[in-house]
T-cell receptor, first 116, second 118 residues
Framework: AQKVTQAQTEISVVEKEDVTLDCVYE???????LFWYKQPPSGELVFLIR??????QNEISGRYSWNFQKSTSSFNFTITASQVVDSAVYFC?????????????FGKGITLSVRP | GAVVSQHPSRVICKSGTSVKIECRSL??????MFWYRQFPKKSLMLMAT?????????EQGVEKDKFLINHASLTLSTLTVTSAHPEDSSFYIC??????????????FGPGTRLTVL
């Protein structure tokens, strides 16, 4: 069975601080996909990144960066110089190997509050 | 591209009535659609997976007769909450997947529908 653990439930930082959101996953598949989504107060999920299990390169996109380590089954997300607009719930998700009905398993989410 | 819409965005109904929520893929053909439920401050829980033209596959614990799913066309899936009760109040989110678009297994999410049952 697949499982995604986001041990942090709520994080509060002051603007311009860096913050790392942790994600640990479990799967028996050798091919799988990892995702991060942002859910602002409006409720709509915003796709941030997708990573397949064969690509362990870290990725940077502006103030966002992701660290994927298969050895520790982790896919952590760092926001550099956080801003108030980053306040949201962040979900890490796991999908098994590609297939028409393959499902997304979500973590419980981390509520990030960025204070001015 | 890859836009998914939901209608209505918000609905309030009386206990015992049925509510239909529509999920549409606007610029692609959705071979598979998923329905999720999210309680306040909780994660998304998959309710069912539907493929166009066939019956939905429900997750364990989800009542098929309570949550009717129809995926009659490649751009539309509907979720009907029958005889709604206050405990059905939740945020319902659909997502859609098109085989060719989703070479990386991505689902495109709708904006969600907030259901309140009085």
């Amino acid at each position: 069975a697949q499982k995604v653990t986001q041990a942090q439930t709520e994080i509060s930082v002051v603007e311009k601080e860096d913050v790392t959101l942790d994600c640990v996953y479990e799967t028996r598949d050798t091919t799988y996909y990892l995702f991060w989504y942002k859910q602002p107060p409006s409720g709509e999920l915003v796709f941030l990144i997708r990573r397949n299990s064969f690509d362990e390169q870290n990725e940077i996109s502006g103030r966002y960066s992701w660290n994927f380590q298969k050895s520790t089954s982790s896919f952590n997300f760092t926001i550099t110089a956080s801003q108030v607009v980053d306040s949201a719930v962040y979900f890490c998700a796991l999908s098994d190997r590609d297939g028409a009905n393959s499902k997304l398993t979500f973590g419980k989410g981390i509520t990030l509050s960025v204070r001015p | 591209g890859a836009v998914v819409s939901q209608h209505p965005s918000r609905v309030i109904c009386k206990s015992g009535t049925s509510v239909k929520i529509e999920c549409r893929s606007l610029d692609f053909q959705a071979t598979t659609m998923f329905w999720y439920r999210q309680f306040p401050k909780k994660s998304l829980m998959l309710m069912a997976t539907s493929n166009e033209g066939s019956k939905a596959t429900y997750e364990q614990g989800v009542e098929k007769d309570k949550f009717l799913i129809n995926h009659a066309s490649l751009t539309l899936s509907t979720l009907t909450v029958t005889s709604a009760h206050p405990e059905d109040s939740s945020f319902y989110i659909c997502s859609a997947r098109e085989w060719l678009l989703s070479s990386y297994n991505e689902q495109f999410f709708g904006p969600g529908t907030r259901l309140t049952v009085l």
